[in-house]
């Protein structure tokens, strides 16, 4: 048996750098991701096809990408022409045993590429001359190229219509975003292609919170996803340990959480006392920056009945006080059994609800 002492701290710094690399791309490279992405959607648009390749890890991620253009990525719509170059072993290891391993992706790609067509271009050092023996070839052909490396490869980027370069020289980091990069350029071309909306942006601050209007779009796309939307709701002045075990057990019922959060006045009058020690904005604020949070929705009414009746979340959750057969009254239950919704109920901790444990600490 592995003896987590040894092994947990490297874990743990392994799975904090790629999350560190991640946040760097999203300050840095969102825009060079969403420019390869153009380039992808105006070939496929204009009857173009994708040919995709790598070597190693990267032949792998070359298929992956290829399968989820083919199949799908999150929607059911018309297949998209894309070849990995990767995959047909009688023609990879005819052209390296007739012509040399430079050749296996060159030759394919003058076979069956079109001016016009896109080539996705995986290396993870921007130096494998098999990589750029085949982009030089496509550029020659009139094919756009859409490359994908690491750190050593900003001279292999300028060979390219449209590069995303991970920040790193480690081959597994940048494998790993890689994946990423690709699932987010799958995601915008459905988005482009097929009619699905992407939610729209965070703000430069990155907030969560969003009135209902806004917010009605995404649930849609979410529900195109068929994503299992899940609401819970509270005033949240004091974060404590109840309200984050409630807040991740709400979470489980689903894969995208909804906090309601009641408005100043509403809670002034509901309690008939002054203001709550946090205000909304910094309440919403703090609920935002949970990682167990996706959106957060301020709303005014005594109950959240209409903001219910709006979003129509999958699955709305309550504490176990308000459990039967003894539990107290859940005025919004009728509307959300009314639209298809469940309810849920969370469990408890010691024996307290967050509602409970709020009071106590006021």
Known sequence: MLKRSVFSPWIAHALKDGARLRSAMAAADAESIEHAASVLVESLRAGGKVLIFGNGGSAADAQHIAAELVGRFTVDRKPLPAIALTV??????????????????????????????????????????????????????????????????????????????????????????????GHLLCAIVEAELCGLALPPSPSEHRTKTLTVEAFLPIREWHKKRGDTVVWTNGVFDILHAGHLQSLRAAR???????????????????????????????????????????????????????????????????????????????????????????????????????????????
């Open 88 to 181: 047909d072993t009688s023609a990879l290891t005819a052209i390296a045993n007739d012509y040399g391993y430079d050749h296996v992706f060159d030759r394919q790609l003058r076979a069956l590429g079109r001016p016009g067509d896109v080539a996705i271009a995986i290396t993870t050092s921007g130096r494998s001359e098999s990589i750029v023996k085949t982009v030089r070839s496509a550029r020659e052909m009139g094919m756009k190229v859409i490359g994908l490396t690491g750190a050593k490869g900003k001279a292999f980027a300028e060979l390219c219509d449209a590069a995303v370069v991970v920040p790193t020289e480690e081959t597994a980091r940048i494998q790993e975003l890689h994946l990423t990069i």
């Open 252 to 362: 489980a019922h689903g894969n995208v959480l909804v906090v309601g959060i009641n408005e100043d006045a509403q809670v002034t009058k509901a309690k008939g006392e002054g203001r709550p020690i946090n205000t909304l904005e910094h309440r919403a604020a703090l609920l935002g920056g949970l990682e167990v949070v996706d959106y957060v929705i301020p709303f005014s009414e005594a109950t959240p009945s209409e903001v219910l009746d709006r979003v129509r979340p999958d699955v709305h959750t309550k504490g176990a006080d308000y459990a039967p057969p003894n539990g107290a009254p859940i005025p919004e239950a009728e509307i959300v059994r009314g639209y298809g919704g469940r309810l849920e109920f969370l469990p408890l901790i010691d024996g307290l609800s967050t509602t409970k444990i709020a009071s106590r600490l006021a």
